[in-house]
């Protein structure tokens, strides 16, 4: 069970609250009834699934209601940022992916 | 709406009471439950028609007499008044300056869990951390108990209200006297 | 009962730290025996000299008790209370012993001493690892039928439980600073540094006692003071403090993301008669800021001919039996090892007045002072040799020694035979939080390396094995200091993994790896030669270190021997996943409280309980109990529902309509959001107008509909499917906050604010109306399709007029406390000019009579609004709306989709069944072209002939064709027809 | 290739097993094939075989980051059936069952195939329509599945609580009698050996770290963790890791991959006769020759290659289980594992030519890949060979993601009212 840093809560809250909502920044077309098959095919059904980085969205569903996005690693599941729907991809550093990517915790021995 | 109805509540957990090890459960009569939703223009309007202003931190409860307000979401909260069946229609006065009212007296219910062990029976299905260092006397949250979603309040230091949808209730109650016995 | 259990002939007095004073009995085999309060099962059949207790899985070889822990492979019990409170597989290790406690041997048959399926064991040649991969081919069905019967019968260990469970189980949700796992030395010193410096500390060990390793001391000293009182002093001083929480015969399992560690307590089994209230297991689920792992290490056997014996055990579980528990294992002592540890049991023993026949060890040059202490002792070490051998069937009678480089074999007669092949660190936990472990060469074992999460490991489990180092580093992890004099602390020095002496390469002995699962060292070197190069795959192929103790004890010989037979170095191959749980857990500490009525929640309307006095049979819609019919006196359900269906088209009928989901939407921007979250058309929509309305996802299939109320401008109430309520309310915010959240609309669920009492049929407003005030009802002032508020029965109302039936109808919502009282109410009146309750199958009936489609069941997530004949629904001139592009992909406006239709059956008899499939051509083979299925199929009594709706591709080009619905044993005629079977120009909706 | 039998078995016993081959080489690999097939599990290695043994085809490599089998045939809990709803699964999981009753014979490989029966729970009206409506089209699709009334269903399965005061009483089930369960890691090994033996290089611990394409777009071969391996046909069989490798030939793919955990018990004397399913409560379960009871979870909620999953996950699946078999409490789980699956948005497979040339995909199994092995190998081999689909897996395209024809299993399924 993950724990999730609800970017409105200002808190880490267990995930039992939270109901994940798919990959994250796929705007929706303004102009939807215009786009082609294949620009429908990317939105609603292509999909990054990164082995590493992902950004997904998190609904805090039984907490505050709100969604929001987080940048997670695939591999070792922890999160590097939660931020709040509407706020750009945040730019990661080598530093907060490394943070993440293996077995390097905050402390050792 | 015009004066309040001579029809008697029936709340759905009337006439049960559970006391053992540590946990008192009781179910709590709430005349009046809000679920107002506003952007942060209209919280002044609020705040007057409410009598006092409305949290704005989260996990916060504020209260005055018998009208207490949680802070649910950045732009939701849960206001209840004790005894006056008429919050709704004060409240709905504010809706101009750009928020929701809406009555949901009778979609929660209530019940008090006191005692030694009130943390740790609401533990059994709450995976939050109710330390009194994280949930002081007077946060409230939203969460989970098991398989309901509760909104969780802390009255005192070994005593909570916790709220559920009215369906739930029976579940929710039923869940807490089993963890009562186990705590 | 008079009958005394013998004594207890290897109990010694004056050792082991159980009261002689507190007794207990307990049966094994039926067979009563004698115990001390403290004592294990283990312990207990020990002290009477039992050391036969089981049979492992493959051969049915007698197997004795090896370990005092966990680890421990053979000696698992049947063990009950009573009837019903019975658990197979227990470890007789790790069981406390309570009076009354019933012990049974598993996997024997007819007996534990005569065991028929030990006959595998003379035919062992015949089933190396893999053989069934190899063989049971011949002829194709016979696996099946006749080989894997024998085989599933051979297998297994203990017999399931076949009642169901009384106890109870819970749960607990905790967070702490700091976690302490294992309450030996360096985690007792751990958690009260922890403690002392202020921190919120839980500390767990599996034992009932705190003390870990130095409960098998003797003559160790820590601070000139015994070192198992040390232990019960510091679990003391914790066990008085307010921030501590310890928790004995609590197991730590689980190591998860983000610091979360699941613990199973023990509550009960050590009880003889414990509190009904009271939960036998706890699940814990810890999240702490830091975990400090003290799991200790793991004595491992030494791999030669015959190793597995009864009477042959850990030295450490042998010291343990007798400082612990009082227990001499046997008079007659043979000690095999190849590590200094095993001297200390050896001594204690011999001290105890055992006779150590031999200290063999394997090593050329063990430690000077050891063998001094033997000399004095009058221990005769032989060293650089090896034990090649044993006998004995139902004990060990004598082990066969030779000298490591030599091939003179002398036979030694012994009772009991202690090995030690050293030591492996417990980072089973540590790896599970997905730290690495790194090789250590030189002593031969995995030691815990680079921390993923914020934990640390101290002590034995991080190879610290010397026991002031390991309190020190325990007090350092919680960031406080302990400095102890330690005094005759036993080394733990010296190793020996894979094969011994007569087992490596080119024999042919059965020396165990894994004995549960009686892997033997030729084992996997034959997985090996057949090309099994990952140890993943030696394990698979072998099954080694799969077996109920999960290769505690064998996987580094596993590994040792497939590192040999690859010649590789032991890191190059690898190690297996260490994966949860640490020890098997009952599933009841899992489910915990969420069993019977707790196992999901049971939701009821206000009206349940009127319903249930009134006959009711519910059905199970999601959470909710709906009343499903209204049985009188014998009807049978078609029965109910025709005269149902017929009161309330020829009268009235009420029903409950409390668990539709609703929506309150809520702002000036409510009518954009709602045009695009229907495929409707709103701004026209006049205040106190409804409107059915369609919700699609983007990819334009049906996802919800609802009817739809303007209460104001700026205010709907939106109704939804009851299943589909959290969804759609879900999606709802979806697309507000993420999509436009500048627009100010606000939702909120009312789904149980309002309790709603549909009342339809001719007479549904004279029924009504005395009820009501403020509101017009008559039909010029509140026409079909409106809603209007007021009060009903003096208590606030939303009513809308709409229909479901087809008949006049209206939707009463008041306030949930009030709608029984409100129901009551309207009963009262209708019931006096005939009207019935109707449940939810005669609804389905009325509306499929109108051709009204319940979503989920004439829709299934590929059907379009289109599909499903409610183009009309559609707004024409919209630009957007949340489907609108899925709707326009080319499959979805192609020709030959599905589309609903009616259909009658040439014989009006027949119903046909819902999920039949219709052809075209009856008389085609199997497989055959479906052009559809059936969606919705009743007897309709008010048109006498049966009723059906239907999914068909083309199907409203196909009106008037007829149709076939091939069934089981005939094919059913039928014609596709429109799917409005009554009162088709809607004239009975005002009554 | 050393024909396994009793004879064979009973002449090495005298002998000390001394005698056995190698089950299948570990070559080094050449810098050319004619296909390669990325992943050893059993569909890639199930395909490497009947390339070989039906196309004529033997210069293959089927290249594998870790041990073959060690993904998600090695990973699952074995249930096999074929009582799918659709005309495109039931062709393809039907064509799987035939093709399983023959296996152990055609491989000289005992997979210990099962027909144990499949047992499907009604909890509510809904799950009965749905069910009904699986089992007629199963019955005109000639797919064997029967409905039985819950008293049947307890006699097929004895410790079946059919209680009506059960939280969800079981209404009926529906029970394919064909089927079953077999050993997974046996249906690698045995591809595995049976393909070696025809002359496919199986070279493991060597990962794919690029796909190459020439001028023309098509793929002329793979980069390696052992260096750059030429051929003009890749095929695709990474089951959860298929994102990540269409990614180097520039194609983006409707695919998530989830956390998927199973468990097992401690072993028993036999005590479940059958595989039992239920969609409505979230569980499955049989029991293996070994006696551990083999019980399915469910999928966390987000992305992850990470093999593990939450705790509340196993927990809500044995909550399910001893709703449905209450005596399981005490029973004790000895050991849990976790998948990784990958997902496609109508929940079938993808098994097809992609729009880069030369470039083949086995994909999108979700949680049911593994009864359909020899059935999915067998029509992909034929795809790969003939560079178009056979006509049991046309249905399964990439394109339909475009154009809409999906073929949507779980829809189908749609909980409802």
Request: charged share 20%.
């Amino acid at each position: 069970m993950l724990l999730i840093r609800c970017p409105y809560c200002e808190e880490e809250r267990p995930e039992l609250e939270f109901a994940g909502a798919g990959e994250a920044h796929i705007a929706r077309p303004a102009n939807m009834s215009d786009i082609s098959d294949e620009d429908f095919e990317a939105f609603f059904f292509i999909r990054e699934n990164q082995k590493g980085i992902v950004f997904e969205r998190w609904r805090h569903i039984h907490g505050c209601g709100r969604f929001f996005n987080a940048a997670r690693h695939s591999v070792s599941d922890k999160f590097i940022v939660t931020y709040k729907a509407g706020e750009p991809k945040p730019e990661l550093t080598d530093e907060q992916i490394a943070a993440v990517a293996g077995a390097t915790g905050k402390s050792g021995k | 709406m015009a004066k309040a109805p001579k029809v008697a509540r029936a709340h759905p957990l009337a006439g049960r009471q559970f006391a053992g090890n540590g946990v008192t459960l009781a179910p709590v009569d709430i005349a009046s439950r809000v679920s107002l939703r506003a952007e942060a223009g209209a919280l002044a309007d609020i705040g007057k028609l409410l009598g006092f202003a409305l949290p704005t931190r989260p996990k916060t409860s504020a209260a005055k007499g018998r009208r207490t307000a949680l802070w649910l979401g950045p732009d939701e909260w849960l206001i209840t008044d004790a005894t006056n069946q008429r919050l709704a229609a004060t409240l709905a006065k504010a809706e101009p300056a750009g928020c929701s009212v809406v009555d949901i007296a009778h979609r929660n219910t209530a019940i008090e869990v006191s005692g030694p062990n009130a943390a740790a029976a609401l533990n059994a299905g709450c995976p939050q951390d109710l330390r009194a260092a994280a949930f002081a006397v007077g946060a409230a949250s939203r969460t989970v108990l098991a398989k309901a979603e509760i909104v969780l309040l802390r009255t005192g230091e070994d005593a909570f209200r916790v709220e559920c949808w009215r369906s739930f209730a029976d579940y929710v109650w039923t869940y807490l006297v089993d963890a009562a016995k186990s705590a | 009962m008079s009958f005394t259990p013998p004594p207890a002939a290897y109990r010694v007095a004056g050792k082991g730290r159980l009261s002689p004073a507190k007794t207990v009995s307990f049966t094994f085999d039926g067979r009563r025996y004698s115990a001390l309060e403290g004592d294990t099962v283990a312990s207990a059949l020990l002290a009477h000299g039992v050391h036969l207790v089981g049979r492992s899985f493959k051969y049915h070889r007698p197997r004795g008790i090896l370990s005092s822990g966990p680890e421990e492979p053979n000696a698992l019990l049947d063990v009950a209370r009573d009837a019903t409170r019975r658990q197979p597989n227990v470890r007789a290790t790790t069981q406390e012993v309570f009076d009354g406690l019933i012990a049974t041997s598993q996997n024997r048959w007819p007996s534990l001493a005569l065991d028929v399926g030990a006959v595998n064991d003379a035919f062992a040649r015949f089933f190396p690892a893999g053989f069934y991969y190899k063989t049971f081919m011949w002829p194709r069905t016979a696996w099946e039928r006749l080989y894997e019967p024998v085989i599933r019968r051979a297998a297994g260990l203990g017999t399931a439980p076949t009642e169901p469970d009384p106890d109870r189980y819970a749960n607990r949700f905790a967070h702490c600073d700091l976690l302490v796992i294992g309450g030996g030395p360096a985690g007792l010193a751990a958690a009260l540094a922890g403690a002392k410096a202020g921190l919120d500390v839980i500390v767990c060990d599996e034992n009932a006692q705190f003390g870990g390793s130095l409960l098998a001391e003797s003559r160790a000293q820590i601070d000139g003071e015994p070192a198992g009182r040390w232990a019960e002093t510091m679990a003391d001083q914790l066990r008085a403090m307010a921030n501590v929480r310890l928790l004995p015969r609590t197991t730590a399992f689980a190591y998860h993301a983000q610091n979360m560690v699941s613990l199973a307590e023990r509550i009960t089994d050590h009880m003889a008669a414990p509190d009904t209230d009271a939960p036998r297991e706890r699940l814990w689920q810890v999240r702490a800021e830091r975990v400090v792992l003290a799991t200790g290490a793991i004595e491992r056997q030494l791999v030669f001919a015959d190793n597995d014996r009864p009477g042959v055990m850990l030295a450490s579980a042998a010291r343990e039996y007798l400082n612990h528990y009082g227990v001499a294992v046997g008079r007659k002592i043979g000690v095999y090892t190849a590590c200094d540890s095993a001297y200390a049991a050896a001594f204690d023993l011999a001290e105890a007045g055992s006779e150590i026949v031999a200290i063999v060890d394997a090593r050329d040059n063990p430690d000077s002072a050891l063998l001094a202490r033997a000399n004095d002792l009058g221990v005769k070490v032989l060293t650089a040799h090896a034990v090649t051998g044993t006998t004995g069937r139902r004990r060990v009678r004598s082990m066969t020694v030779e000298p490591m480089h030599q091939s003179v074999r002398r036979k030694v007669e012994i009772d009991a035979l202690l090995v030690c092949g050293g030591w492996t660190p417990s980072a089973h936990l540590f790896s599970q939080s997905r730290g690495k472990l790194a090789y250590d060469a030189a002593n031969g074992r995995f030691l815990p390396d680079a921390p993923a999460q914020n934990c640390v490991c101290v002590g034995s489990c991080n190879g610290t094995d010397d026991l002031a180092g390991a309190i020190a580093e325990g007090a350092a992890a919680a960031g406080g200091e302990a400095k102890v004099d330690v005094a005759e602390a036993p080394s733990m020095t010296g190793h020996l993994i894979g094969a011994a002496k007569g087992a490596g390469v080119g024999t042919t002995s059965k020396a165990f790896i894994d004995y549960q699962n009686d892997v033997t060292a030729k084992d996997i070197r034959l997985a090996v030669r057949e090309g099994m190069h990952s140890i993943e795959h030696v394990k698979r192929y072998t099954t080694t270190g799969m077996a109920t103790d999960q290769g505690k004890m064998s996987n580094l010989h596993a590994l040792a021997i497939a590192a040999e037979a690859l010649d590789a170095e032991i890191p190059q191959v690898g190690l297996t996943t260490f994966r949860a749980p640490y020890t098997p857990v009952t599933f009841g500490t899992f489910v915990n409280h969420a069993r019977g009525p707790l196992f999901d929640p049971t939701r009821r309307t206000p009206m349940h309980a009127w319903a249930q006095r009134n006959g009711a049979v519910f059905e199970d819609v999601g959470h909710w109990k709906r009343a499903w019919y209204f049985p009188r006196g014998a009807e049978d359900m078609g029965e109910a529902v025709n005269r149902e269906c017929a009161t309330t088209r020829q009268v009235a009928g009420i029903f409950d309509a409390s668990t539709l989901g609703k929506i309150e939407v809520v702002g000036p921007d409510a009518v954009a959001f709602m045009n695009l979250m229907y495929t409707n058309p709103w701004d026209k929509l006049a205040v106190g107008r409804c409107r059915y309305g369609i919700m699609c996802r983007e990819d334009g299939y049906i996802y919800d509909d609802g009817v739809v109320g303007r209460l104001a401008q700026d205010r709907f109430h939106v109704t939804t499917t009851t299943g589909g309520a959290p969804r759609v309310l879900n999606m709802m915010e979806d697309y507000l906050q993420t999509e436009f959240p500048d627009w100010k609309v606000w939702l909120t669920s009312v789904s149980e604010q309002w309790a709603v009492i549909a009342v339809n049929g001719p007479k549904a407003r004279e029924i009504i109306e005395p009820l009501v005030k403020g509101i017009d009802m008559s039909g010029e002032a509140m026409p079909h399709m409106s809603v209007r508020e007021g009060t009903i029965c003096g208590v606030p109302t939303r009513l809308m007029r709409m229909s479901f039936t087809g008949e006049l109808g209206f939707e009463i919502n008041v306030p949930a406390d009030y709608g029984a009282t409100v129901w009551d109410a309207v009963w009262a009146r209708g019931e006096r000019m005939g009207m019935t309750p109707y449940g939810t199958e005669a609804m389905h009936v009325m509306r499929a009579e109108k051709g009204y489609i319940i979503v989920g069941q004439d829709t299934d997530g590929t059907v379009t609004p289109h599909d499903a004949g409610l183009s009309w629904a559609i707004g024409k001139k919209k630009t957007d709306f949340v489907g609108i592009r899925g709707l326009a992909r080319p499959d979805l406006v192609a020709s030959g989709r599905r589309q609903l239709v009616g259909l009658k059956t040439k014989d009006p008899n027949i119903v046909l069944e819902e999920g039949a499939q219709v052809v075209a051509d009856p008389n085609q083979a199997v497989p055959m072209t479906m052009i559809g299925h059936v969606t919705s199929s009743y007897w309709s009594q008010v048109l006498g002939h049966s009723i059906a709706m239907a999914l068909i591709e083309g199907g409203h080009e196909r009106m008037g064709e007829t149709l076939y619905v091939p069934m089981a044993n005939e094919t059913i005629a039928v014609d596709v027809c429109d799917p409005v079977f009554y009162d088709p120009d809607g004239g009975r909706l005002d009554g | 290739m050393r024909r396994y039998s009793a004879f064979s078995l009973a002449r090495e016993a005298m002998r000390s097993h001394t005698g056995w081959d190698k089950q299948w080489d570990n070559p080094e690999p050449r810098s050319r094939y004619d296909v390669i097939i990325v992943g050893a599990g059993g569909h890639g290695l199930g395909t490497a075989y009947y390339l070989a043994a039906e196309h004529g085809i033997t210069n293959i490599a089927v290249l594998e980051k870790g041990w073959l089998g060690g993904g998600n045939t090695g990973r699952n809990t074995t249930i096999i059936r074929s009582n799918y709803l659709y005309d495109e699964s039931a062709g393809i999981y039907n064509h799987a069952i035939k093709l399983w009753e023959g296996l152990s014979a055609e491989l000289n490989y005992n997979v210990m195939f099962s027909q144990r029966g499949v047992m499907m729970l009604a909890h509510n009206v809904h799950d009965v329509q749905v069910a009904q409506r699986h089992i007629h089209a199963n019955r005109l699709n000639g797919v064997d599945n029967q409905w039985l009334t819950p008293e049947e269903a307890k006699a097929f399965c004895p410790p079946l609580n059919i209680s009506r005061s059960a939280r969800y009483p079981v209404m009926g089930a529906a029970l394919q009698k064909k089927g079953g369960t077999a050993r997974h890691d046996a249906v690698a090994w045995g591809y595995a050996r049976a393909a070696s033996a025809r002359g496919v290089h199986i070279i493991q611990n060597c990962e794919v770290t690029g796909i190459h394409r020439g001028a023309d777009g098509a793929v002329t071969g793979v980069e390696t963790t052992r260096g750059t391996i030429n051929a003009g046909k890749v095929g695709v069989v990474a089951a959860g890791h298929t994102s990540v490798l269409m990614e180097m030939a520039g194609l983006r793919m409707p695919l998530e991959s989830f956390p998927l955990q199973a468990l097992v018990s401690e072993p028993v004397k036999p005590v479940f006769p059958c595989v039992v399913m239920s969609n409505s409560v979230h569980a499955y379960i049989s029991q293996s020759d070994k006696g551990e009871l083999v019980i399915g979870a469910g999928t966390d909620q987000y992305t992850s290659y990470s093999q593990t999953g939450g705790l509340h996950i196993l927990s809500h699946t044995l909550e399910a289980i001893c709703e449905m078999f209450p005596m399981f409490t005490r029973m004790k789980m000895l050991r849990t594992w976790g998948g990784i699956v990958d997902v496609t948005p109508d929940r079938s497979p993808i098994l097809a030519k992609t729009p880069v040339k030369g470039l083949y995909a086995n994909c999108g199994w979700g949680t049911g890949g593994f009864k359909a092995t020899p059935g999915s190998a067998h029509v992909f081999a034929h795809t790969i060979a003939r560079d178009e689909p056979h006509e049991i897996n046309a249905g399964f395209t990439l394109e339909r993601f475009r154009t809409g024809r999906l073929i949507d299993e779980a829809a189908a399924a749609a909980v409802a009212h």
